[in-house]
């Protein structure tokens, strides 16, 4: 068997999680599974507020969904996403929120806990505004032309986008993407944080998701 050529044995008749093939760690013969494997290439699923990113290669993606509502006032970590390793990321947040006083917007920052070299992130979300920017978040536009997507942006690691001046309605939800790129020379944590306008209470919203990819 030691002598039989891979071309010869018998073939699989599909790829299992238990299935174990033979690998070369820095010149000593070891063993790992497909599910290995598929842990290392991705995607990685994160259910909830904090996990493990993926600590593969250039091209592995996490994907994390918040689970449950968080109800912040003052500044908090609505999202942590732990361990990533030195490169070159694209982040991409879909925030859904509401807040408790048409007059109360929202801030968010995103930051990383270990050494940035480059950040860029940018906040766009959909306002009141038809002719003009109003930093008025609807989460219902039924105008005939649209209303305007306002954005804000920041190069600084934790720079602050916003807060907005306030909601159409607090019974609907405000739909927010931020994103950006993040070189990072350390490993460390990628949080997102929320506050509400003047310490308001504004609320992150369950189905909140992270598409975090690896660049290089």
Not at 182 to 199: K, P, R
């Amino acid at each position: 068997m030691a002598d039989t050529k891979i071309s010869a044995l018998t073939a699989a008749t599909a790829a299992a999680a238990a299935n174990e093939l033979a690998i070369n760690e820095a010149g000593t013969s070891k063993k790992l599974t497909v599910a290995q494997i598929a842990t290392f290439v991705g995607p990685t699923v994160i259910s909830g507020a904090t996990g493990a990113a993926n600590q593969g290669g250039a091209g592995t993606v996490t994907i994390q969904l918040l689970t449950a509502d968080n109800a912040v006032t003052t500044v908090e970590t609505i999202m942590s996403t732990t361990g990533l390793v030195v490169g070159t990321y694209l982040f991409e947040y879909f925030i859904v929120w509401r807040s408790g006083t048409t007059t109360v917007g929202a801030s968010f920052a995103v930051d990383y806990t270990g050494t940035v070299t480059r950040v860029r992130a940018t906040r766009h979300y959909q306002t009141t505004g038809a002719a003009a920017a109003t930093g008025v978040s609807d989460g219902t536009s039924a105008v005939l032309t649209g209303t305007l997507v306002e954005h804000m942006s920041t190069v600084t690691d934790n720079g602050a986008l916003g807060p907005n001046t306030g909601v159409a309605s607090i019974t609907e939800d405000q739909f927010d993407h931020v994103r950006g790129i993040i070189v990072v020379s350390t490993s460390a944590n990628l949080n997102l944080s929320m506050t509400g306008e003047g310490n308001g209470a504004v609320t992150a919203k369950a189905d909140s998701m992270l598409i975090l990819t690896r660049l290089a």
